[in-house]
């Protein structure tokens, strides 16, 4: 079992986000190295289903992938992703200014969208697989609470240095900053990286509590604002780690045996170090050579400038499957959406006379007033924010929720919400003459219905699957009938006459 998870850890250091710094190229010049594999086995010790969570969120991905490709048309809609910065520092030079950050932004949506000003730099044989991703950045405007926020958290630590494979800068009990729900934000943690490790990300399919991308500081944002010596220092660590978080692989390895799973990205023996003067060429990949300008190669920041279509498609199906949710964040907009539940989920089904508590789901801006309508229900209104209402009469109900918060609002309604039933079970009418309404209490399951006449005969059988449910009689001879009721109370007999 060891070896098979080392062979697919192998196989998947490409996709798994792994930024570092190595004093393995020329003499005095940093190359990126992969620092995957030891966080990947922590993460294994303690959840071992991630290989397979991964796997599976990679297929979905693929398989929609796919169907982007055969429409020969990459998503029409922009999509923008919310993302909170987190910084965690020790000392100020690590406490980076808002400027920095921003700039990061800049760099994210410049790369994404192929408004970098280094497109130029695309050789012309690689030009027409060059993609706008169609994806977008923006500062959450709100919080996980729903309050404003300027989408940067500070957080002052007393550790020099945060380890890969610890993930202790996700966590503020130890010495980091608690993430914000990963199904609404990007995370993304600057602070200062053990081992001189650029960055690293999570892949779709980790686990909520640490899904996100950590960056080194010094590789934040680009000149003026990022004062750091190159060749790391102009944001593209960050565009490289986004590109993990939305399911991207490195464009090399695995035995030139298509590493990343990406059509239009060539074939690649090993990754790329420095910037290249000219085509470099591996596993038969001539006349063009590696895409060495890919964004999730090991380039140097000044020679990334590129996103293929395939790779553009790939991001745009992660985006529709596994992190899917994110597509509905209000956390840039700052509107508000209104929602709610009742606190028993069993109490959307409730027999008359029960009181039902109601909860407040809203999402987005944190609301100031609430505006609740419960038709059937006593009382018929509140402005409460968790109000509780009786219902006396078996029927079917809707409930209405407005919130607003003096600047936004938003109304809910969910129709047939409520369903009060009568408290015993009632068969009606007696006598009766055309048909026999069976009408059945909440926590009462009535499964199946038998009526026999007084020869002991079975002249009628119905499985019952609705709550109401009637039994046609118009054509049996009028007379003395039992009806065997079936349900999950046991068996009950009831006396019906029928007449003409």
């Known amino acids: 079992m060891r070896a098979f998870i080392l062979f697919l850890l192998c196989s998947w250091c490409s996709s798994l986000s792994c930024l570092g710094q190595?004093?393995?190229?020329?003499?005095?010049?940093?190359?990126?190295?992969?620092?995957?594999?030891?966080?990947?086995?922590?993460?294994?010790?303690?959840?071992?289903?991630?290989?397979?969570?991964?796997?599976?969120?990679?297929?979905?991905?693929e398989n929609a992938s796919l169907k982007l490709s055969?429409?020969?048309?990459?998503?029409?809609?922009?999509?923008?992703?919310?993302?909170?910065?987190?910084?965690?520092?020790?000392?100020?030079?690590?406490?980076?200014?808002?400027?920095?950050?921003?700039?990061?932004?800049?760099?994210?949506?410049?790369?994404?969208?192929?408004?970098?000003?280094?497109?130029?730099?695309?050789?012309?044989?690689?030009?027409?697989?060059?993609?706008?991703?169609?994806?977008?950045?923006?500062?959450?405007?709100?919080?996980?609470?729903?309050?404003?926020?300027?989408?940067?958290?500070?957080?002052?630590?007393?550790?020099?240095?945060?380890e890969t494979s610890r993930d202790d800068v996700k966590f503020a009990s130890r010495g980091g900053a608690d993430i914000w729900d990963s199904r609404q934000y990007l995370n993304i943690w600057i602070c200062n990286i053990t081992g001189n490790i650029l960055g690293?990300?999570?892949?779709?399919?980790?686990?909520?509590?640490?899904?996100?991308?950590v960056l080194l500081y010094s590789s934040i944002g680009a000149p003026p604002f990022n004062r750091a010596a190159g060749p790391y220092n102009q944001g593209r660590t960050a565009t490289h780690e986004v590109g993990h978080w939305l399911g991207l692989r490195h464009t090399w390895g695995a035995g030139c045996n298509n590493a990343d799973g990406i059509d239009d990205t060539p074939n690649q023996q090993r990754e790329t170090s420095g910037c290249p003067d000219n085509i470099v060429s591996s596993c038969n990949n001539g006349p063009f050579g590696n895409m060495w300008q890919n964004y999730m190669d090991y380039t140097d920041d000044g020679c990334m400038n590129m996103f293929t279509r395939g790779q553009a498609a790939f991001m745009q199906a992660t985006l529709a499957t596994a992190r899917a949710s994110i597509l509905n964040s209000l956390a840039c907009t700052g509107d508000i959406r209104s929602d709610f539940e009742v606190t028993n989920p069993a109490d959307t089904l409730v027999l008359a006379g029960t009181t039902v508590n109601f909860i407040d789901k809203s999402e987005g801006s944190r609301p100031v007033s609430w505006l609740w309508e419960f038709e059937g229900g006593t009382p018929a209104t509140s402005t409460q924010q968790a109000p509780s209402v009786t219902y006396n009469t078996p029927g079917l109900y809707k409930v209405?929720?407005?919130?607003?918060?003096?600047?936004?609002?938003?109304?809910?309604?969910?129709?047939?919400?409520?369903?009060?039933?009568?408290?015993?079970?009632?068969?009606?009418?007696?006598?009766?003459?055309?048909?026999?309404?069976?009408?059945?209490?909440?926590?009462v399951e009535v499964r199946h219905l038998e009526l026999v006449n007084s020869m002991g005969q079975t002249v009628l059988r119905q499985e019952v699957k609705e709550r109401v449910v009637q039994l046609q009689v118009q054509h049996l001879p009028a007379g003395i009938y039992y009806l065997r009721i079936q349900s999950s109370d046991g068996l009950e007999i009831k006396k019906i006459s029928v007449i003409r």
Do not use: M
């Open 22 to 61: 190595a004093a393995t190229g020329a003499p005095g010049v940093p190359t990126r190295s992969c620092a995957t594999t030891a966080y990947q086995e922590a993460l294994l010790k303690k959840d071992s289903a991630l290989l397979l969570r991964q796997l599976q969120t990679r297929q979905q991905a």
């Open 70 to 162: 055969q429409s020969k048309a990459l998503r029409k809609t922009t999509v923008t992703i919310p993302v909170v910065f987190h910084v965690v520092y020790n000392t100020e030079a690590q406490n980076i200014p808002d400027e920095q950050i921003l700039s990061q932004l800049a760099i994210l949506n410049n790369d994404f969208r192929r408004r970098n000003t280094d497109t130029v730099d695309t050789p012309s044989h690689f030009k027409p697989l060059a993609a706008d991703t169609e994806i977008e950045f923006c500062l959450a405007s709100i919080d996980p609470n729903g309050d404003l926020t300027t989408g940067i958290t500070r957080t002052k630590t007393d550790k020099i240095s945060f």
């Open 200 to 213: 690293y990300s999570s892949f779709p399919g980790y686990n909520a509590s640490i899904d996100g991308v």
């Open 400 to 443: 209405l929720l407005t919130v607003a918060n003096g600047v936004v609002s938003d109304t809910e309604e969910k129709t047939a919400f409520i369903q009060v039933t009568v408290s015993d079970l009632v068969v009606f009418p007696n006598p009766a003459g055309e048909y026999i309404t069976i009408e059945q209490p909440a926590r």
